[in-house]
């Protein structure tokens, strides 16, 4: 049974920081593409970063671009994003998603939640 768990969620101050993990188990980590997502009260879920196999090739949202870093341990099965200067439109939940497109496997985490609020 593929489980992904995020974990890192919480209350911050704007300007401060958060690091948000995705732990896997159930999947072979190492062949799959990582992304995280975020959905905000009231908006359409959108793909914040992702990052490939090997880690060498990431990805952001323009919205997140030098604040934000992905991150993976495959000998951990481990996924991370590091948040930084954070913004109250920051604000949503997060996704940690796992893709295998050449199989068409897609799995996703239940999601925590980010709130960045004085």
């Known amino acids: 049974q593929v489980q992904l768990v995020e974990s890192g969620g919480g209350l911050v101050q704007p300007g401060g920081s958060l690091r948000l993990s995705c732990a896997a188990s159930g999947l072979t980590f190492s062949r799959y593409i990582m992304k995280w997502h975020r959905q905000a009260p009231g908006k359409e879920r959108e793909l914040v970063a992702r990052?490939?196999?090997?880690?060498?090739?990431?990805n952001y949202a323009d919205s997140v671009k030098g604040r934000f870093t992905i991150s993976r341990d495959n000998a951990k099965n481990t996924v991370y994003l590091q948040m930084n200067s954070l913004k109250p439109e920051d604000t949503a939940v997060y996704y940690c998603?796992?893709?295998?497109?050449?199989?068409?496997?897609?799995?996703w985490g239940q999601g925590t939640q980010v709130t960045v609020s004085s």
């Open positions: 998603n796992a893709v295998d497109g050449k199989r068409g496997d897609d799995y």
């Open positions: 990052i490939s196999i090997t880690g060498l090739s990431k």
